[in-house]
């Protein structure tokens, strides 16, 4: 390994990872199965369960519930063994992805979850790039083995030829689909049964002692055990053996072969998260790397989530701790306004339930309470002046603009539009000239979440209607330049939240026209969230 000190060990024993994949390949239900043996949950509930009694545990928005999708990323902290895991969920969905891409700015692993039948799909092949980007170490989760799915070689090759990274199996699957038994262990030589008959019952293993142990023939019939054995010949020659250094690097991915909705499988991984996976990483700032070890706390705002308790209107910051030991009452700056803010009570996330936490160590992800002071992005030091860089803002692919239905209610149509879009939830543009707003997402999705959200949480109804503009585009550059321009395209100026000026388009054309006119301007697709 590298010759850098030793962590302290509280920072050490910290696993903190997402877990990324396509829609329907099992996110939601692995995330349940990791807080039920994590002993922070009594009861995994289906997703699509009936009954209040069984509804998930990560995904508390009503809409969320209805349509048994995850649309907001949710955190959540327990113990497993010596370690403490601190697992972020990010919705699968593709139109709630800008969500997922800042969330991975605040993990330092990820966790990919295939589904068994369907192999890489096109969300799980962009959620990849992203994490190829940033470098993250990748563990890989096969689902779903328990129902017909593909040749275990063909899914392997799959995720190589498709994500041009090297597969390690950690288990090996023993049959598929009826025939499933079970997994053998590669990295600890055992035998992994499961069992049909209590879902929520973790599976029985079998030490054994290589392939040729006789033990083997009493669980696995012949047929299967041959096919086991010639099979993982294979696999010995064809496939990398793991290691540690290159899975650090991100070059290589474990895989493990499992059904989550029958908890097996769930428990190797988790082994693995803690056995391989990586302490608290160094994060980068504008001004320095800052390395966890350090000890005054430092930490940045990733996702804030508003109203999630609908009673309070309450807006809760997710911060990721980059460095330092918190605890509860410090004072902390908030760079970009430079106040002091006293932070006297942050809640660490169990599931649904959350508690206050006393303190917190680098690699943890605690929620704050505020009424609106923070927001994504935002740096928080014990003095210093510090910018976390890579969380982006992307420019949003649809716009509509949006009235209430209630002419008396317009003031607080503003202030709820503001609030999502601190929270990240939309782009909110107010043109230049006009009244009403243009609201922009990435995916249509969004705007069913939004109006349900502004009607449940505000009480009121508003109407979404197509927008002349198609697309929005930050303005950068020389100040003189940007005047100019902007006296000149009055009809196509907004400003966002922030207040910075946007450029609105109808057409590919506009945004040709003006970098032609104006040579001091850039019209800028992202915008980092740095403040």
Not at 251 to 264: D, V
Request: charged fraction near 25%; charge should be negative; hydrophobic fraction near 40%.
């Amino acid at each position: 390994m590298t010759n850098t000190a030793a962590l302290p060990p509280e920072i050490a024993r910290r696993r903190t990872f997402a877990i990324i994949s396509h829609p329907d390949a099992g996110k939601t239900t692995l995330t349940e199965k990791f807080l039920l043996f994590g002993g922070a949950i009594q009861m995994a509930g289906q997703v699509r369960a009936k009954g209040e009694a069984r509804r998930t545990r990560s995904d508390f928005m009503k809409l969320e519930q209805e349509r048994g999708i995850s649309v907001s990323a949710s955190a959540m902290s327990f113990e497993y063994k010596e370690f403490r895991y601190n697992l972020v969920d990010t919705p699968g969905h593709s139109d709630f992805s800008e969500d997922t891409y800042r969330t991975l700015t605040a993990v330092d692993a990820a966790i990919m979850v295939i589904d068994g039948a369907k192999g890489v799909e096109s969300q799980t092949r962009k959620l990849f790039e992203v994490c190829r980007l940033r470098d993250l170490p990748i563990l890989t989760f096969c689902n779903k083995m328990d129902r017909e799915s593909r040749d275990t070689f063909e899914i392997i090759d799959e995720i190589q030829e498709n994500l041009a990274i090297d597969v390690a199996p950690a288990s090996w699957p023993i049959g598929m689909g009826r025939e499933f038994l079970g997994c053998y262990d590669l990295l600890h030589d055992r035998l992994e049964l499961m069992d049909r008959a209590d879902r929520n019952r973790v599976a029985e293993t079998v030490k054994i002692s290589g392939l040729d142990d006789p033990k083997l023939a009493e669980h696995v019939p012949a047929a299967q055990l041959a096919k086991l054995r010639e099979e993982l010949e294979m696999a010995r020659e064809l496939l990398p053996a793991f290691d540690r250094q290159a899975f650090l690097e991100g070059h290589l991915t474990p895989i493990w072969f499992g059904s989550a909705i029958n908890s097996f499988g769930v428990k190797e991984l988790m082994d693995g998260i803690g056995e391989f996976g990586p302490e608290p990483q160094v994060q980068n700032a504008a001004e320095r790397a800052v390395s966890p070890d350090e000890k005054a706390v430092t930490g940045f705002v990733f996702k804030v989530q508003a109203n999630m308790d609908p009673k309070h209107r309450d807006r809760v910051a997710f911060v990721r701790l980059v460095s330092g030991h918190f605890t509860r009452g410090m004072k902390l700056t908030h760079v970009r306004t430079k106040k002091p803010m006293a932070v006297s009570n942050p809640v660490l996330f169990l599931a649904a339930d959350r508690e206050l936490a006393e303190e917190a160590w680098a690699g943890d992800i605690m929620g704050i309470p505020n009424h609106g002071q923070l927001r994504i992005g935002d740096a928080l030091t014990e003095g210093e002046v510090l910018r976390f860089t890579g969380i982006p803002s992307f420019a949003p692919e649809l716009l509509q603009s949006v009235r209430s239905t209630d002419p008396m209610k317009g003031k607080h149509l503003e202030k709820a539009l503001m609030q999502f879009a601190e929270e990240g939830a939309a782009k909110v543009f107010k043109p230049a000239i006009g009244s009403g707003f243009v609201v922009g997402v990435v995916g249509a999705l969004q705007f069913d979440v939004l109006a349900s959200r502004i009607e449940i949480e505000y009480g009121i109804p508003v109407r979404f209607e197509p927008s002349q503009f198609t697309s929005a585009r930050w303005v950068q550059g020389d100040k003189a330049a940007i005047e100019k321009m902007v006296n000149v395209n009055k009809q196509h100026i907004a400003h966002d939240h922030d207040g910075d000026i946007v450029f609105l388009t109808r057409l590919q054309w506009d945004i040709d026209r003006v970098v032609r006119d104006y040579p001091g301007i850039v019209l800028s697709a992202t915008k980092e969230m740095m403040v």
